[in-house]
């Protein structure tokens, strides 16, 4: 006797998700069963429980629902919007994504999730790096880097894709030379406490930081030291000497 295998539909195990509205109680609901129990969660707004639903629908059927999902791109960027205002993102920071993505969408098009591929990927970064210099190139590079993960994540893209930032130049140090220190001296003489900040930066080589954290009894004017601890390890003394 030869057993052949029971083939499933897997719509007929894919768990559900809805929306719904409860009298008299603002907002929008959420609902699912999980492990037999019923679950909810509420939204401000109707947007907002859609995108919830779909987030929540692909958690439940992770386990059944392994291939990629086509949309379109306003599908993909409405979504991807919406997730980012749910995790609190500010307005600033969700114009600069807009931002990165809009010049994406100047370079390469408009793409589906089909179309979004390593080489579209490839080809943005570098038309994108003849426009503009190396950090502004890496911080498009992160914005896409976040939205591509998301689509991973939603399953719109497969894991094939990957973004990596560049390398940017070391920037030369730049030093003040004798008629800049002594014209920085006679700006700040109206601000003692800022010609103090400046005479120890000449005078000792602190930074920034270790200067803020000084207390008087680090300075020994006997011997003309400052004792201040390492930035990276603040077990650690160090000593830099004065005239």
């Known amino acids: 006797m030869i057993c052949t295998p029971h083939i499933y539909d897997t719509i007929n195990v894919m768990k559900k998700v809805w929306i719904y509205k409860r009298k008299n109680i603002n907002g929008w609901w959420v609902g699912w069963y999980e492990s037999g129990?019923?679950?909810a969660k509420t939204l401000p707004s109707k947007e907002l429980a859609k995108h919830y639903k779909h987030i929540k629908y692909t958690?439940?059927?992770?386990d059944v629902f392994t291939g990629q999902v086509s949309a379109d791109r306003s599908q993909m960027l409405d979504e991807y919007r919406e997730a980012k205002k749910v995790q609190g993102i500010?307005?600033?920071t969700l114009y600069e994504i807009a931002l990165s993505l809009r010049n994406f969408e100047r370079l390469v098009g408009q793409c589906s999730s089909k179309q979004i591929t390593q080489n579209i990927i490839d080809k943005f970064i570098l038309q994108r790096g003849s426009e503009v210099k190396r950090p502004t190139l890496n911080k498009d590079i992160r914005n896409l880097k976040t939205f591509v993960n998301w689509c991973r994540e939603n399953r719109y893209l497969n894991g094939a894709i990957k973004i990596k930032e560049l390398k940017e130049d070391e920037r030369p140090v730049k030093s003040l030379n004798d008629i800049q220190i002594k014209k920085l001296l006679i700006e700040a003489e109206p601000y003692p406490s800022?010609?103090?900040r400046i005479l120890l930066v000449l005078g000792t080589g602190l930074r920034r930081g270790d200067i803020e954290s000084l207390k008087i009894n680090d300075i020994d004017f006997e011997k003309?030291?400052?004792t201040t601890a390492g930035t990276d390890n603040p077990t650690l003394d160090f000593f830099c000497f004065f005239t």
Do not use: A, C, H, W
């Open 37 to 39: 129990k019923r679950k």
């Open 59 to 62: 958690q439940l059927n992770s």
């Open 90 to 92: 500010t307005e600033g």
């Open 194 to 196: 800022i010609k103090m």
């Open 224 to 226: 003309n030291f400052v």
